[in-house]
């Protein structure tokens, strides 16, 4: 059978027409950090490329958390996508609440996301949400307060260094606190950090047989360490300060440390944005000489929920969002360091990205974090920062406001970790561990 060229390009024409008539109102749930919200700004690409629109559920970490999981529990329906991370897809992926990402295009180059991303956002081997960034946790450091302490900081500093440089490059007469750490309640927030840092301290939240492990030396030392440091030389209300908080007192020039996500290196060098942009440095997450640093393994991601009538419209979104076009877009318009990091195995490939003072140190931090063997003791769970099961997420919800009460001197660690061992184990009971 033949098909002559002016029938090709009559079926061209027929399916631009039928793509512009079938042009869909997406709604997007994700949360309000710079990345998401660049995003915002370029959607106009999308539109021009699919004749797509999109409406965009802006939350903040917490909320965004809970409004997600209460909607597809529910079946709510409210979202075309979701931004969702690497505990809740493998989960909802294995209740067959996600739609599987198992027909991308062969030019979207699945194979090219990083490994540890796509295996922590896959259930079963299939991929249910494509990272928009993948990120780690490391050191981002005052390279002018450091030098005026008389220290250097090491590629891959213990924790009592930290605490030590934390106590020296603390000015209180110019409102300068050596160390900003997250303290907020959520397990996606304080709790994330706390978890981590455990880690290195050979805490783990569960031994082999799901028994609670807060009635330990070593959970005991963690919160110690973490108070002590944080009320020699932290900011006031370190409590309920999360990533957004400390981001904004470092870029004030606030914070003499800040231990948190590797994605925030574009953000505290960017001069439009950061008053400390010139003199910011970058080393590992801490650790205690025990074998295991306390940085985590995170990806923010686009997943479609199950029963969506908008898939391929959705799915349409994903591809551009979380595609190599969608790094150069960003570095054509706002340069290479500000593209989402972490996901494409083909970024650290590149030279011109590479050239970013904090690429090699973010891909450093993403490689040495295993959720596989995160804890010093054998543990039951996979996870760095979180225990990949259920009812993890409302466990350590409430774990984490305990925590952050005794930062706040509201109740004492002791009292801290009882409670937390407490509801712990109940809630493991009452869920048939």
Not at 78 to 86: K, L, P, R, S
Not at 102 to 125: C, K, Q, R, T, W
Not at 217 to 228: D, P, Q, S, V
Request: contains cysteine; aromatic residues 10%.
């Amino acid at each position: 059978m033949t098909i002559t060229v002016r029938a090709l390009l009559g079926a061209t024409a027929l399916c631009s027409a039928a793509a512009i008539a079938n042009a869909e109102t997406l709604t997007i749930a994700t949360v309000n950090n710079g990345d998401m919200i660049r995003m915002q700004g370029l959607t106009d690409d999308f539109t021009a490329k699919t004749g797509h629109t999109v409406e965009w559920v802006t939350l903040e970490e917490n909320v965004l958390r809970q409004r997600v999981t209460t909607d597809i529990s529910t079946k709510g329906g409210a979202f075309d996508i979701m931004t969702i991370g690497m505990y809740e897809t493998p989960i909802w992926g294995a209740n067959g609440w996600l739609v599987p990402l198992n027909n991308l295009s062969a030019e979207y180059d699945v194979a090219d996301i990083l490994p540890a991303m796509a295996g922590g956002l896959s259930h079963d081997g299939t991929l249910y949400a494509a990272p928009f960034y993948g990120e780690s946790s490391m050191i981002m450091y005052r390279t002018d307060l450091m030098e005026k302490a008389g220290l250097e900081m090491p590629a891959a500093p213990t924790w009592d260094f930290v605490r030590e440089a934390a106590a020296k490059m603390t000015d209180r007469a110019n409102d300068i606190n050596g160390i900003c750490l997250r303290g907020k309640a959520g397990w996606g927030e304080g709790g994330a950090f706390i978890t981590a840092m455990s880690n290195s301290f050979g805490a783990r939240w569960f031994d082999m047989d799901w028994n609670a492990q807060f009635d330990t030396e070593a959970w005991h030392n963690t919160l110690t360490f973490f108070k002590g440091m944080m009320d020699e030389s932290g900011p006031a209300g370190y409590a309920s300060n999360g990533f957004n908080e400390n981001l904004s007192l470092f870029q004030q020039g606030k914070c003499g440390m800040w231990i948190d996500a590797t994605v925030a290196a574009s953000f505290v060098t960017n001069p439009n944005d950061s008053t400390v942009a010139d003199s910011v440095g970058f080393a590992l997450a801490p650790d205690n000489g025990l074998g295991k640093r306390s940085n985590w393994l995170w990806a923010w991601a686009l997943a479609i929920p199950a029963g969506s009538q908008k898939v391929e419209a959705a799915t349409q979104f994903i591809e551009w969002a979380t595609s190599k076009g969608y790094i150069e877009l960003v570095a054509s318009k706002e340069g290479w360091a500000n593209v989402p990091p972490g996901a494409r195995t083909s970024l650290y490939q590149n030279p011109e990205y590479m050239a970013v003072p904090f690429a090699q140190m973010t891909l450093d931090s993403i490689l040495s974090a295993d959720p596989l063997n995160a804890t010093v003791e054998e543990a039951p769970y996979v996870g760095v920062q979180f225990a990949a099961i259920p009812e993890f997420a409302g466990i350590a919800t409430e774990v984490s406001q305990e925590f952050s009460a005794a930062y706040a001197g509201q109740q004492t660690i002791e009292e801290a970790l009882a409670k937390a061992q407490a509801l712990t184990n109940d809630a493991m009971e009452a869920a048939g561990y």
